[in-house]
Nanobody, 123 residues
Framework: QVQLVESGGGLVQAGGSLRLSCAASGRTVSSYAMGWFRQAPGKEREFVGAINWSGGFITYYADSVKGRFTVSRDNDKNTLWLQMNSLKPEDTAVYYC???????????????WGQGTQVTVSS
């Protein structure tokens, strides 16, 4: 079992930055790929970014956040981060961290989820 708890959400002006954290617990957390997803009201949950280990950390991003968001993790601290810069109003959503066996863009490939944290970007 893996438990995930997000934090760091809030209200920020457009152009600002936020850093989300995801604290993970469980016996083999380091063996899981970790991802970030988001869901805006009335929209489907969408992939934001993911990180996996294959001889080194490999990251993947949605085109909409590439160059603005950075996913990182520290396996010793069992923590995942999402650094969000140059935020836009369209980034407003509930952000979720997830753990799965592979770093994919499909939300249903991830078996463990946090409760989510709200990010609101004002224009």
């Amino acid at each position: 079992q893996v438990q995930l708890v997000e934090s760091g959400g809030g209200l920020v002006q457009a152009g600002g930055s936020l850093r989300l954290s995801c604290a993970a617990s469980g016996r083999t957390v380091s063996s899981y790929a970790m991802g970030w997803f988001r869901q805006a009201p009335g929209k489907e949950r969408e992939f934001v970014g993911a990180i996996n280990w294959s001889g080194g950390f490999i990251t993947y991003y949605a085109d909409s956040v590439k160059g603005r968001f950075t996913v990182s993790r520290d396996n010793d601290k069992n923590t995942l981060w999402l650094q969000m810069n140059s935020l836009k109003p369209e980034d407003t959503a509930v952000y979720y961290c997830a753990a799965g066996r592979g770093a994919t863009v499909k939300w249903n490939d991830y078996g463990y989820w946090g409760q989510g944290t709200q990010v609101t970007v004002s224009s």
